[in-house]
């Protein structure tokens, strides 16, 4: 690994370079435990001066000098890995090495059978589909070398470092599959054997035109063949698992050349590696469009991207490598690298579709290429969530200013007097620069794409347009009720933390994972807590004592409910949320999620560049719900819960089970699998930390639920055996991924609904 510049300095402040080569080597082993107790650390190292802004710094994992050539021994969870590095736990490296090694030969297995199973059917399915079965065979071989190539030697994205991931599996070049095979099982389930077997539609009931409950607007045009789009779906997901490939490919024969020549690959200036980074992705995506113009120029091009123009290859495979380059640099060590390529596949196929609207209004010959379904409701995800990852683009120096200044020691400042004057007029720009693209630029192009029709309107009578008129109006208020009693009974258990606090007990818990020498000084005359110790203490006591089953803190009475307790609490929330809403009216739950995720969203630039005032308390309430995923600065998991109980409605599948799917799977079999293997778990699975009762929870919770809908009637009838089988295979596929379940289960079931028949 390469010596750590000034962009990883929350690499330097737990390895420095105390004891030499050591420690900077054991710098890629403590990435996953590091980025929280940095936080930790940084938070409590904060002057009391300027109180109110506390809490948001500590959002930044801000390190001491790597030359101050201390290593904080007294951290609990990084101690472990400096003594393997010591030769001190040498059997336990090898067996995790070979757990790990078991497990991504398991999921290999895995993905090899969907493969199979997607390719037997495309053969067997009409011409327009069997052609597309050639690309899926080339691409399923380049990602198994990839596999194979990754499991002697880690690897990641050009010009990056491995240090900028969470972690490194043998498994992750596997999940640039997955998004292939879920578009593929999209594909054929429009074919029309599969229409005949009362398999996906081209448009649900739902989404049909009609006077109640409807959502698509006459004045769009939709292409009678969706054929073609999810073809274009498929193409564009072929080729971003083939830059992926490529990149790890090209990172590895780079780490070897330069390992041969006794240097390290990917080191240097920023500069540097930016100007690097920025003439390979231009060479792959020149390279993709020479590749598909020389198969349609010998006669193969019905083989080679053939529903994909060529202006279409070079710009997905630039946004693709911007966006795994950006998740990289900003949302370092929040990510591997299987989750790399879901969510630049993801990404990349929503601004892709964007683009493809603004062409369809240009052209119309290029309707046919929206890989869902055109609707007013579709466009009105775009403008929402691709607008507000557009704001955030724009408005990315205001941002960066004000994380700076909130980061930066006030001794350090130009004018220090002046901070909280500069940090309300960032603030102040952010928001009215924000409102100004939303009613100047946003606003404007969703009108043009309604044909001129006020979008504002559109959707203010979109709102009385349900079952009833007052139904949407209704569920509303049911989630208001709902989250506010969530929220109040948080902060109910936050507050007896607290009430029996004072400032020594803080400093005392904090003491126990803070180092001796950068423990935070007591002031005798302050006897209130403020924000920062508050902060620090918690998120200090809930990482240093992760492995209890109850947490147990010296602020006060015995906490009953951990971390993976509060955060299941939202997992089951979102059950009573979303079920409801989704089983009622799925037209308006497409429209609550893309405006959810679009909040969360927002609530993560607030957060992540401490944005007066509500960073501190963004972060204040994001920090009791942190495991060990989210290790980085940024915090990703509600974003991927959100996103995983949505991704059912947003494809538009027609079954209802497939539409509750995700949120069954996230909040009621993966909180009943965690909770079962925790408390009663004793049986391990081989070579694995899973158990087989909170395995066997999974499948059990998960079918009694699918039967429950069934009982009220808001799912339709299935066959018994084939949903068993179904969750059978979820629950093997949450026993074996170290990724995150939150994309991966939904996605996962997604493909096993469509390739499994679950209709009577």
């Excluded at 469009?289 to 991207?305: E, I, K, M």
């Excluded at 119309?364 to 009105?380: K, N």
Aim: charged share 15%.
């Amino acid at each position: 690994m390469g010596k750590p510049d000034d962009s990883d300095a929350s690499v330097a402040s737990l390895a420095g370079q105390a004891g030499g080569t050591c420690w900077a080597r054991a710098s890629a082993h403590l990435s996953p435990n590091r980025g929280p107790l940095a936080r930790v650390r940084a938070t409590a190292q904060h002057s009391d001066d300027d109180s109110e802004n506390d809490a948001e710094v500590s959002s930044d994992a801000r390190a001491p000098s790597p030359n101050a050539r201390t290593y904080p021994m007294s951290y609990p969870l990084a101690k472990p890995h400096c003594d393997r590095l010591a030769g001190k736990v040498r059997p336990a490296i090898k067996s995790e090495a070979n757990a790990s090694l078991a497990r991504s030969l398991c999921e290999c297995a895995l993905f090899v059978c969907g493969v199979v199973a997607v390719l037997i059917r495309m053969v067997h399915s009409v011409p327009e589909i069997r052609d597309k079965a050639c690309g899926v065979i080339v691409l399923s071989t380049f990602v198994l070398v990839c596999f194979a190539c990754h499991a002697r030697r880690a690897c990641g994205i050009w010009a990056t470092q491995i240090s900028c991931l969470r972690k490194t599996d043998p498994s992750d070049p596997l999940y640039a599959l997955l998004l292939p095979l879920v578009s593929s099982a999209q594909l054929l389930d429009i074919a029309p054997e599969a229409m005949q077997h009362g398999g996906g539609a081209l448009a649900p009931p739902w989404m049909q035109v009609g006077r109640r409950g409807t959502w698509r607007a006459y004045f769009i045009q939709a292409s009678p063949v969706r054929i073609v789009g999810r073809g274009a779906l498929l193409y564009l997901h072929v080729i971003c698992a083939f830059v992926f490939c490529v990149h790890l490919m090209a990172s590895q024969l780079a780490r070897a050349y330069a390992k041969r020549r006794g240097s390290h690959a990917h080191e240097g200036p920023t500069s540097r590696l930016l100007m690097c980074f920025y003439t390979f992705s231009l060479l792959v995506a020149v390279a993709g469009v020479g590749v598909q113009v020389l198969a349609r120029s010998s006669g193969y091009g019905h083989l080679v991207l053939s529903h994909t123009p060529t202006w279409a290859t070079f710009l997905i495979a630039v946004l693709y490598q911007c966006l795994l380059f950006l998740c990289t640099r900003v949302a370092r060590q929040n990510c591997t690298l299987g989750e790399l390529a879901m969510i630049g596949g993801v990404g990349t196929a929503l601004w892709q579709e964007t683009v493809i609207s603004t062409m369809a209004r240009l052209v119309p010959s290029y309707a046919q290429y929206y890989f869902r379904e055109p609707s007013a409701i579709v466009l009105g995800q775009l403008a929402l969530v691709a607008g507000m990852l557009l704001i955030g683009l724009v408005l990315s120096p205001l941002l960066v200013l004000s994380r700076n200044l909130a980061q930066r020691p006030t001794h350090r400042l130009r004018w220090p007097l002046k901070r909280n004057l500069h940090r309300r007029l960032l603030a102040l720009s952010f928001f009215l620069l924000s409102a100004a693209m939303v009613l100047c630029v946003l606003s404007p192009w969703l009108a043009w794409q309604l044909h001129r029709r006020s979008a504002w309107l559109y959707f203010a009578r979109f709102m009385l347009q349900g079952p009833h008129w007052w139904s949407r109006l209704a569920l509303l208020v049911y989630w208001g009720l709902l989250c506010n009693t969530a929220l109040l009974s948080i902060q109910l258990m936050v507050n007896r933390m607290w009430q029996y606090a004072t400032v020594g007990d803080q400093v005392k818990a904090s003491s126990r994972t803070l180092p001796p020498s950068t423990a935070p000084s007591v002031q005798p005359q302050r006897t209130v807590p403020t924000a920062t110790e508050r902060a620090s203490t918690l998120a200090a006591t809930q990482f240093a004592e992760r492995g209890e089953r109850e947490e147990s803190t010296s602020l006060g009475p015995r906490v009953a409910v951990s971390v993976n307790g509060r955060r299941k609490f939202f997992h089951a929330l979102a059950v009573l949320l979303f079920v409801p809403g989704i089983a009622w009216d799925p037209a308006f739950m497409h429209v609550a999620f893309s405006a959810a995720l679009a909040l969360f969203v927002l609530c993560e630039y607030l957060r992540y560049c401490a944005v007066f005032p509500l960073g501190a308390m963004l972060h204040f309430f994001l920090s009791q719900f942190l495991d060990s995923k989210d290790c980085g600065l940024v915090i990703l998991s509600h974003a991927y819960l959100l996103t995983g109980c949505a991704a059912g409605v947003w494809i538009e599948s027609q079954s209802r089970i497939t539409q509750q799917l995700g949120v069954l799977v996230l909040g009621v079999g993966d909180s009943v699998a965690s909770i079962v293997g925790r408390q009663y778990g004793r049986i391990h699975w081989p070579l694995s930390s899973k158990t087989v009762e909170g395995t066997l929870g999974f499948v059990v919770s998960m079918t009694a639920s699918v039967m429950v809908l069934r009982m009220l009637r808001l799912v339709e009838a299935f066959h018994t055996g084939a949903l068993c089988a179904i969750m059978t295979l979820l629950a093997v596929i949450e026993g074996v991924s170290e990724q995150n379940d939150n994309l991966v289960l939904p996605l996962s079931g997604i493909f096993l609904t469509s390739m499994i028949p679950l209709r009577r």
